[in-house]
């Protein structure tokens, strides 16, 4: 499952999340400033897991989204 995690502006920067091992249960597909995207396989870990990893990261100052929610919100921003 792809998703999101949007960083605070007082969010430590995405660089502090560190890469994922060759064993991981996901992939870190890109890392920009303030966001980071990636793929979790939900057959090996729960997705809180993953979350909590991130929450711990980065001093809970971010949020998280699922790939289609994001795809919803820029098309009711699009049609706004």
Do not use: H
């Amino acid at each position: 499952t792809r998703f999101v995690a949007l960083l605070a502006a007082d969010a430590p920067d995405a660089s502090a999340f560190p890469d994922p091992g060759r064993d991981a249960p996901y992939r870190l597909i890109e890392r920009r400033e303030r966001e980071l995207l990636m793929v979790i396989d939900r057959d090996l870990v729960k997705t809180p897991d993953v979350m909590a990893r991130l929450e711990r990261a980065f001093a809970r100052r971010l949020t998280t989204r699922n790939w289609n929610t994001m795809e919803k919100v820029a098309a009711a921003l699009a049609a706004a």
